[in-house]
């Protein structure tokens, strides 16, 4: 039970038992894990083919569930347990895809878009008003895009879904980014970092003053990363303030400030109002604009730790990027703590990976003779990871520490090239290094590292 002080529940269990020499023992069980089993043992309460069954003939299943008044409505239930459903598989988004003669309906596991089911195109009037109703999108827009937010409740705790609509060619097209709070701040020792790049990192949180950059593609989870590293500094004794666009997840004790440019309120103007508000700590969600990347190493210089997210393909891309946008060398150099580029990788799944012998060109790639004791596995699929072989993710980084001489480097002049070189002189390894190392360890593969990371750098 989530309650064992609750009397009536336990009396109405004792007369359902009918024999007093029976005696009832409740025991404490959070309600999530109740509802877990449940699932597990008795199925969905809100079956898909039971509701489908009720929409083609308008009759209720009433043997299958139970209906509620929240229930009443079919399409209502269809929604909410495709959302359930979502959550349940570790989904990141879902897409809602209108076809000319169905709809597609697809989920994003583990970075990779799976279809999940098809469904008859005479419910997406119905899937587009429910799907409005609960993102307080307006039902009589269809031309423009919509972006809205909502909320349900699974295994007992709040799941927040960021929802947007385009209009497409066969009607408007819906994906919802799930935001599960539970899972979007991890430990830091829970990232799946590597031992170095976890020792790096630790080394760059403890300089006081500075930018910490964090680069990487949508969905590489840089976001999850910072909220990481803010999760291990947050404390009653430091003031951590956030420029988000938007807040994905709330965190205690930490101000956090939603962007809206349609009202003047840019990450530039955030800035200047942050640094009024005492802040030992800022957090800025993107930089975009020449203007917020000199706000930001401004912050930095005027004793400020700083950390924020920049769209490049490596550590040491960011600085040409930098300048590019319009920030001088002399500004950036002595300021920037480090850099961090981030990809995220399919981790085998340890059920069913299956040992092999790799070929020759793999051996190659990989850097091991035959007589290296080193086993390489493969993905099969099993029912633990619905037939797909991987089963959760791992960071493939690289973590660029800029030291005096690296600063001196910039400050003269210097290329990508000279940066790099120096970098690993310094012992810098680089996402391609990272990625081979969790391939040798047995936890991916080579051809999901090679996905993610360009491996013609090795040919």
């Known amino acids: 039970m989530s309650n064992p002080g609750d009397i009536l529940v336990l009396d109405k269990i004792k007369r359902h ?6 005696h009832v023992a409740p025991v404490l069980v959070v309600e999530a894990e109740i509802q877990t089993a449940i699932d597990n043992y008795y199925g969905y309460e809100l079956s898909i083919e039971g509701i489908l069954r009720e929409l083609e003939t308008g009759k209720a299943d009433t043997t299958n569930i139970s209906i509620a008044n929240e229930y009443s409505q079919p399409m209502v239930r269809l929604v909410d347990n495709l959302l359930t459903d ?9 897409h809602f895809e209108p076809e000319e003669d169905y709809i597609r309906i697809r989920y994003r596991i583990d970075g990779v878009l799976q279809e999940i089911r ?10 587009v008003v429910r799907l409005k109703v609960m993102s307080s999108l307006d039902l009589t827009e269809q031309r423009l895009p919509q972006d809205g937010r909502m909320s349900l409740i699974v ?15 066969h009607g408007e097209n819906f994906v919802l980014r799930i935001l599960d709070r539970e899972k979007g701040i991890v430990p830091l020792d829970e990232l799946g970092l590597d031992a170095d790049s976890y020792a790096e990192l630790k080394l760059m949180m403890g300089r006081p003053t500075g930018i910490l950059l964090v680069t990487g593609p949508t ?12 999760n291990e500094l947050n404390d009653v004794g430091v003031n951590i303030m956030t420029l988000e666009d938007p807040v994905e997840y709330p965190m205690s004790m930490i101000r956090q400030t939603p962007v809206n440019e349609e009202i003047g309120m840019t990450f530039a103007a955030g800035i200047r109002s942050l640094m009024r508000q005492d802040p030992d700590i800022i957090l800025i969600g993107e930089i975009r604009d020449s203007e917020t990347a000199e706000m930001s190493i401004r912050a930095a210089m005027t004793g400020h730790q700083v950390f924020a997210t920049l769209h490049t393909n490596s550590a040491i891309g960011a600085i040409p990027r930098l300048l590019d946008i319009g920030v001088s060398r002399s500004i950036m150099a002595g300021n920037i703590i480090g850099i961090i580029a981030q990809r995220l990788a399919r981790k085998l799944c340890p059920h069913c990976k299956t040992p092999y012998q790799p070929e020759e060109f793999e051996r190659q790639l990989l850097s091991i003779s035959e007589e290296d004791n080193i086993q390489l596995y493969k993905s099969k699929g099993c029912d633990k990871c619905n037939g797909i072989g991987y089963k959760g993710r791992l960071a493939v980084l690289e973590t660029l520490r800029f030291t005096s001489e690296m600063d001196e480097l910039l400050l003269d002049g210097a290329s990508q090239h000279a940066l790099l070189d120096k970098a690993i002189e310094n012992g810098f390894s680089t996402m391609v290094q990272s990625g081979i190392r969790w391939v040798k360890q047995g936890e991916t593969t080579l051809e999901e590292i090679s996905r993610v990371v360009n491996l013609t750098e090795l040919v």
């Open 155 to 169: 295994h007992g705790r709040r799941i927040d879904f960021r929802v947007s609509s385009l209009p497409g060619t």
């Open 86 to 94: 979502a959550v349940k598989r570790n989904a990141s988004d879902i």
């Open 118 to 127: 098809l469904l008859h195109k005479m419910y997406w009037s119905g899937l």
């Open 17 to 22: 038992l009918q024999n007093p020499n029976l």
């Open 219 to 230: 969905g590489s989870g840089k976001t999850t990363t910072l909220y990481s590293i803010l």
